[in-house]
């Protein structure tokens, strides 16, 4: 990740994200809206997770990279926020993390809406200057 991005830069594309998310994915009401959480990450080769016991979203900017691999990584995780994850450890255990529909499908969500979310902060971004 660019080192001249500030925390506060970090949070403000997360919550750039999470309107995104929001209005271009949708969240059920039970559920609710996540919080998410901007942290450095420890796990070589984890960008984010999800904790669906504190409905929280956590990107390791430092495992990042890019600001693309950032979004991307947010998507992925809101997408676990949207799933029915009461049988995601049984089925991890079965398949694998690689082979996990699960997984799959938040790969396949990321995938589908990195660029255009990318594109709008950009512009975003742009009003600014």
């Known amino acids: 990740f660019p080192v001249t991005i500030t925390r506060s830069e970090r949070r403000e594309l997360a919550q750039f994200c999470l309107d995104y998310c929001l209005e271009n994915i949708g969240v059920s009401k039970r559920k609710g809206i996540p919080k998410f959480s901007i942290v450095k990450g420890k796990v070589s080769d984890t960008f984010g997770q999800y904790c669906p016991v504190k409905k929280t979203i956590y990107v390791y900017y430092n495992e990042c990279g890019t600001v693309g691999k950032f979004i991307s990584t947010f998507i ?13 450890d049984k089925i991890l255990s079965r398949v694998g993390y690689e082979n996990h529909p699960l997984e799959i499908e938040a790969n396949e969500v990321a995938k589908e809406y990195k660029q255009d979310c990318l594109e709008q902060f950009r512009k975003y971004i742009m009003s600014y200057e």
């Open 76 to 88: 992925h995780e809101f997408t676990h926020h949207t799933q029915n994850l009461k049988n995601y």
